[in-house]
């Protein structure tokens, strides 16, 4: 008898993956759904902040951090655009020497946060170092490092790896003979490229300088030590300084607005352009050689950038590592950061995993529009800069807490805050935060999983919780791993959320460095901003690995 014969019939409505003939709204769907208002819920409060007027502190603060933030978008957003994608042509249409080194080493800045960068850029050539005293003479600074212009320049020479990655893999997707025919018509070399290639590269170009400028926007550590004021700052300083909930709340209205509104911009100037092209076997562009002078110039950009930005930035904190150790000065309140970052990271990991495979798996099995349009509503928060995600949470917690409370006096009981201002307030912040993280990196490897393993598990009678046990999670291994590995790392380089919610006596290497910083105390901060920086290449790293499995870097 056959195998096909002996197994029970199952219901066409229970194959997972594939639609039915009408609409209808499975369990896990609805798990997955709420999971995903739990995720979203907290930013409702938001414009809701707008209803009983504006508040006079935020009117006061709003104009000038307005005025800054805009500019600093602007300028970050053409920054990131003419020095991304200036690397990503000059590293893709021409060969020379150390071109394969800075193929993949230009993405390594994005290891570095820009809060880190400052605090090694001031601390070297701050005012009263040892090089403004040698070279530069006393009393003399590094003109407009503590001013937008200088923010815009640090937060493009970090954020510039999201033009120069997006750029990089556009310009290998297309076909030499494109060029060829533009050469064909009289055109030189570099004027096919720049009336040709960068043309057909601008939808990638312009996403790239898309994210940079949503960074930008949510920067909240750069522009605070450099004393500039933006919207992130001014929203931390109402909110620590003055306890105007209702003004944080408008600010973090606006700054929301703000970077949707340049977002929108930058889709609308873009317009329908989609570009495909299928690159079959030797299409690809041969880079053209530059030999001599030619060549040492071309190389001299990229290594120069990633001297300032990296390199030098990197064996700086080293440096001063191995001072601090070899003194004896490393503080337990360093250690103690150590631990309460990992926990807080180990936490935060456990549960924006289980709720990204919550929801993605009740996307797989979604049988109308709401699980999926659930599911790409949990992943706003990513999109949402860490200060208003933490002024957005603080709302529920206070209203879950007082509920609380008043359950437990009226059965004579007294209990204190359960969540306000304690570890598991954080965690909820890093999850709205960073849930989309997870969920891309599942979703994604969940996609590869045929839905005939689903079929031949129900048709074997497990349920949709033992297919998920049995059947899925085993295969989503990797996919779990990168997931828990990418949110760990952010967690880790967090600086806003953490700095307006975190418990008392519960700092983390991200707020060590900030709070060192600001009181110039290098021996504290040059460690914990190692370790940061450290674990940042863990996801650098994943995606140079991917570049290179996808095709996208160079042969």
């Known amino acids: 008898m056959a195998l096909a014969e002996t197994l029970p019939e199952v219901p066409s409505s229970a194959a997972p993956g594939r639609p039915p003939d009408g609409p209808r709204v499975g369990g896990w769907t609805v798990v997955g759904g709420l999971v995903a208002l739990l995720v979203v819920g907290p930013l409702v409060a938001l414009p809701a902040s707008f209803l009983g007027g504006g508040d006079p502190i935020a009117r006061s603060l709003l104009p000038d951090a307005l005025r800054t933030s805009i500019l600093l978008g602007l300028g970050v957003g053409l920054g ?7 690397l990503a042509v000059l590293v893709s249409f021409w060969d020379f020497p150390g071109r394969r080194v800075l193929d993949w080493a230009l993405v390594l800045p994005m290891a570095m946060p820009g809060y880190v960068l400052t605090f090694v850029l001031l601390a070297q050539y701050g005012r009263g170092n040892a090089l403004q005293s040698n070279l530069l003479g006393n009393g003399l600074d590094i003109p407009g490092l503590r001013t937008s212009g200088g923010a815009i320049a640090i937060l493009t020479g970090v954020l510039y790896p999201y033009v120069y990655v997006l ?4 310009f290998l997707g297309q076909s030499r003979q494109a060029l060829e025919a533009a050469r064909g018509m009289g055109r030189s070399y570099g004027q096919a490229v720049r009336q040709v290639a960068l043309p057909l590269a601008r939808p990638a170009l312009a996403a790239g300088a898309a994210l940079a400028i949503m960074e930008a ?9 450099l004393g500039v004021q933006a919207l992130p700052n001014a929203i931390y300083r109402v909110w620590n300084g003055a306890f105007d909930r209702d003004a944080a709340l408008q600010l973090a209205t606006v700054l929301v607005g703000l970077a949707l509104t340049m977002v929108t911009i930058e889709r609308a100037l873009r317009g329908r352009a989609r570009y495909h092209q299928a690159l079959g076997r030797g299409d690809a562009v041969v ?5 001599g002078v030619r060549g040492a110039v071309a190389a001299v950009p990229g290594f120069a950038l990633l001297a300032t930005v990296f390199a030098l930035p990197v064996v700086q904190l080293a440096a001063w590592s191995v001072e601090t150790l070899d003194a004896g000065e490393t503080t337990g309140d360093m250690w103690a950061a150590t631990r309460h970052t990992l926990l807080l990271g180990g936490v935060t990991v ?14 797989r099995g979604s049988r109308s529009r709401a699980g999926g349009l659930l599911a790409r509503l949990a992943t706003v928060g990513y999109a949402v800069p860490g200060t208003v995600v933490a002024v957005a949470v603080y709302g529920p917690l206070v209203w879950f807490d007082r509920r609380v409370v008043d359950l437990a006096e009226s059965a004579g009981r007294d209990v204190g805050l359960l969540v306000t201002g304690t570890i598991l307030g954080l965690v909820l912040a890093y999850t709205v935060r960073f849930h989309a993280l997870a969920f891309f990196s599942i979703e994604a490897r969940m996609g590869r999983i045929s839905t005939d393993l689903d079929d031949a598990a129900r048709a074997l009678g497990a349920d949709r919780a033992r297919v998920l046990a049995d059947v899925h999670l085993p295969l989503l291994r990797p996919g779990l791993l990168t997931a828990a590995l990418l949110v760990l790392v952010e967690v880790m380089k967090e600086l806003p959320a953490t700095a307006l919610l975190r418990p008392l006596g519960r700092d983390t290497l991200a707020i060590t460095v900030y709070e060192a910083t600001k009181d110039s105390r290098l021996d ?15 996801p650098v790293i994943l995606l140079v690995r991917s570049m290179r499995t996808d095709g996208a870097a160079s042969p």
């Open 80 to 86: 990131t655009l003419v020095v991304g994608g200036g």
């Open 287 to 291: 880079p053209r050689r530059l030999h």
């Open 217 to 225: 926007l949510a920067d909240f550590g750069t522009v605070d030590l």
């Open 167 to 170: 750029g990089r893999s556009a």
């Open 350 to 363: 456990l549960v924006a995993v289980s709720t990204a495979t919550l929801v993605a798996y009740g996307k």
């Open 524 to 538: 504290a901060a040059a460690l914990p901003a190692l370790l940061i920086v450290v674990a940042g290449l863990v």
